[in-house]
């Protein structure tokens, strides 16, 4: 893990000042030892952690390194907290690992994505057990001494007033997704988080090298941190004992080792199939058949999916973003272009999403649904898309045949009016409580 002594937003307060005597006599093991009798699933979970004693971050933090998952924590930083406050942090370390913070559900500006990942977290531990300084939803930050608000300046002092305003005005239990769409929207609050600097409240641990991990390790550690979850849900359903665990949060993590069909799986596999190979010749290439001869050939697997959003009342921002989440991530390699629709397709409302250049969710229209409207735009453009999506709640007549891919992402609770050709790809969204 890289030093993080820059980018990074750090300033919590320790209950007391600790000594270097003091931090060279801490040890985590009767805190690991405490937690395994009063959190059993997060003692279970950390179970397959490797905990790293360093002074090269200031707090601690969750890390892949080389196929393994690692632990990293500052002794001096951990002597100055209460009992109780260590034990938050072990649980805080444990969600963004179960909830795949570092792996698969990251998001860009990461700086801004940390901030909301440790609101969601921090929605589920109690107050007490949360260092001073961190990041609570529906709770304004510390007013700052009067040399940091001078040494800010007037325009950074506005701009932190404008966050901690902000975050005072959420409510807890919302998705890492929620809390990013909203920091997102709000400028100040968002120039805040990246700038950064004295006087910033900070998130709960260290965030540090996220984004070094390749999509190899992503997936390793994925699958590592899933096989231990699974492990632990088990071995707690059949003990009865989850600790602090509440109810709808053990139904969360029964969700996400169900083996259930996931629909983001599906929306993967209809973006994959829809790749088209751009063949180039290249001299550096060795051409198989004629060698030395002719160039050889590139081959570069591209695609361009439309994706039409239903602008009827019960299709919401929320599936919105929902939706957007999971194509970020696939936009690296899919060109998405976006249009509106109703009882046509806004055409005005065209706008291309690629590269995580996440594009605006503005309604344009008002009417009904006619699911004819976007099949017959798509079958028309046929050279310029490869297959096309249609956000919707499934409320409205068969269109019939589609001569393009066609995938249908239905928005959670909701099913189709009709049963879909052979050929479509149904994804039924789910809602996941996820933190």
């Known amino acids: 893990m890289a030093k993080s002594d820059k980018g990074t937003n750090v300033d919590l307060a320790p209950v007391k000042e600790v000594s270097e005597a003091e931090a060279n006599a801490f040890r985590l093991d009767p805190h690991l030892i405490s937690l395994m009798w009063d959190e059993p699933f997060f003692s279970k979970v950390l179970r397959s952690v490797t905990k790293v004693k360093s002074d090269e971050i200031p707090t601690a933090g969750v890390l892949a390194k080389e196929g393994d998952i690692k632990m990293w924590w500052n002794p001096k930083f951990l002597a100055g907290l209460t009992k109780e406050q260590v034990k938050g942090l072990l649980k805080h370390e444990c969600f963004h690992l179960i909830f795949e913070h570092t792996t698969t559900r990251r998001h860009d500006p990461h700086v801004v994505w940390n901030y909301a990942t440790d609101l969601a977290i921090n929605s589920m531990i109690p107050e007490e057990e949360l260092p001073e300084g961190g990041?609570?939803?529906?709770?304004?930050?510390?007013?700052?001494?009067?040399?940091?608000?001078?040494?800010?300046?007037?325009?950074?002092?506005?701009?932190?007033?404008?966050?901690?305003?902000?975050?005072?005005?959420?409510?807890?239990?919302?998705?890492?997704?929620?809390?990013?769409?909203?920091?997102?929207?709000?400028?100040?609050?968002?120039?805040?988080?990246?700038?950064?600097?004295?006087?910033?409240?900070?998130?709960?641990?260290?965030?540090?090298?996220?984004?070094?991990?390749?999509?190899?390790?992503?997936?390793l550690v994925k699958g590592k941190v899933k096989q231990a979850l699974e492990k632990a849900v088990k071995e707690c359903d059949n003990s009865g004992q989850w600790g602090s665990v509440s109810t709808e949060t053990r139904t969360t993590l029964r969700d996400l080792i169900s083996r259930d069909i996931d629909w983001k799986a599906i929306l993967k596999q209809f973006c994959g199939q829809t790749r088209r190979a751009d063949r180039t010749s290249n001299i550096r290439r060795l051409n198989r058949k004629y060698a030395g001869i002719h160039p050889g050939a590139y081959r570069s697997y591209t695609s361009s999916i439309a994706v039409y959003i239903d602008q009827s009342g019960s299709v919401g921002n929320e599936d919105l973003e929902l939706l957007f989440s999971n194509l970020r991530s696939l936009a690296k390699h899919t060109e998405f272009t976006l249009f509106n629709f109703d009882t046509e397709v806004d055409e005005k409302s065209e706008r291309v999403w690629r590269n995580n250049r996440t594009p605006g969710v503005e309604r344009t229209r008002c009417g009904g649904t006619c699911f004819k409207a976007p099949t017959e735009h798509a079958n028309k453009n046929r050279s310029r898309f490869d297959g096309y999506l249609i956000l919707t709640d499934g409320e409205a007549p068969d269109p019939g045949h589609s001569r393009l891919k066609r995938g249908w992402v239905i928005t959670p609770d909701r099913q189709m009016y009709f049963t879909p050709g052979r050929r479509d790809f149904v994804m039924n969204m789910k809602r996941a409580k996820q933190a």
């Open 135 to 219: 990041l609570i939803p529906g709770k304004a930050f510390d007013e700052p001494e009067p040399e940091i608000i001078e040494k800010m300046g007037p325009e950074r002092y506005a701009k932190f007033q404008a966050l901690s305003a902000l975050i005072a005005s959420f409510d807890k239990g919302e998705s890492s997704e929620w809390y990013f769409a909203r920091l997102m929207e709000n400028e100040d609050a968002k120039e805040a988080i990246e700038g950064g600097g004295e006087g910033m409240p900070g998130t709960m641990d260290d965030h540090e090298g996220w984004d070094e991990l390749s999509d190899e390790e992503r997936e």
